[in-house]
């Protein structure tokens, strides 16, 4: 649905959207407050790390990119549940790519951490 509003006010609902979204994740999925405390936890290790800055934003997007996809594999699961309850194996390959966009993430925080870290 398009939105009724243009301009300034456009773009202040757009954050008002942003914000409900983040705040329905947080209250209904535990696997994005594991995220989020997991994130606050690297994020926290991070400020005890002497890395450059370019190394220290590289870091941060792999924290980011975990959050990210789990809201992505969030908003594909609250789309496929609606659509119905019942077993359909485009509704399970749908949610097993979403799971595997979190994998993804997480793949990526640990090449990312550990060849910067280690490397």
Known sequence: MKSPYTG???????FTYSYDGLKATFQSE???RQDIVFCA???LILCF???SKVECVLMIGALVFILFAELVNTALEAVVDR??????????????I???????AFIHFALVWGLILWG
């Open 30 to 32: 535990a696997a994005f």
């Open 49 to 51: 790390l002497t890395v």
């Open 41 to 43: 936890a690297a994020g």
């Open 98 to 104: 979403g799971s595997a966009l979190v994998l993804l």
């Open 8 to 14: 300034i006010k456009r773009i202040l609902k757009a």
């Open 83 to 96: 659509i119905g309850s019942a077993y359909n194996p485009l509704s399970k390959k749908a949610k097993d």
